[in-house]
T-cell receptor
């Protein structure tokens, strides 16, 4: 079955450490996204990528970095510069990022930084 | 950042009752999407709407794309316990294909 796989499901890190969240999709989608979800708020866009080797900042990119070396993969690094990194992170993809191409989500990674 | 106005924030209903929730925006959208999210899981797409006035069903779920392109509603008929979860809408801007705006969600609890 096609889908989006995020790993790990839970991640614990000490403050000051960088951490990388994995996202892999086998839907052959061109566009991939990273969102952050906090209680009581709508999803907020961190980064998105329309094609391989290209990505753009979203609304809350500070303290995060991404790469898109392969169509299937879009890892997110949460750096020590991110002031409030504890959150639920969701990866998503869409076929072209044009109309009639809804977002499909992975199952998320819950990051806790202490 | 921008958010959609989604209401109600939460609902407690009896099993078998119908449910209605809606999203409104000051902006015009090209696409409306409705998702369900279970605790600790990723959102699952329920219904996608692409044309103003469009009415689409998925089993007991029905959603409509408002004529003004600024609102959408989701109805669930004859609710069952497994309908419990958080439902949220998302709008995709006309001309900004990669930009999706999300509602804050409606938390649904079904009492057996």
């Amino acid at each position: 079955d096609g889908g989006i796989t995020q790993s790990p499901k839970y991640l614990f890190r000490k403050e000051g450490q960088n951490v990388t969240l994995s996202c892999e999709q086998n839907l052959n989608h061109d566009a991939m996204y990273w969102y952050r979800q906090d209680p009581g708020q709508g999803l907020r866009l961190i980064y998105y990528s329309q094609i391989v080797n290209d990505f753009q900042k979203g609304d809350i990119a500070e303290g995060y970095s991404v790469s898109r070396e392969k169509k299937e993969s879009f890892p997110l690094t949460v750096t020590s510069a991110q002031k409030n990194p504890t959150a639920f992170y969701l990866c998503a993809s869409s076929s072209r990022g044009t109309g009639n191409s809804p977002l499909h989500f992975g199952n998320g990674t819950r990051l806790t930084v202490t | 950042g921008q958010q959609l106005n989604q209401s109600p924030q939460s609902m407690f209903i009896q099993e078998g009752e119908d449910v209605s929730m809606n999203c409104t925006s000051s902006s015009i959208f090209n696409t409306w999407l409705w998702y369900k999210q279970d605790p600790g899981e990723g959102p699952v797409l329920l219904i996608a709407l692409y044309k103003a006035g469009e009415l689409t069903s998925n089993g007991r779920l029905t959603a409509q794309f408002g004529i003004t392109r600024k609102d959408s509603f989701l109805n669930i008929s004859a609710s069952i316990p497994s309908d419990v979860g958080i439902y949220f809408c998302a709008g995709q801007f006309l001309g900004e294909a990669y930009k999706y705006i999300f509602g804050t969600g409606t938390r649904l609890k079904v009492l057996a």
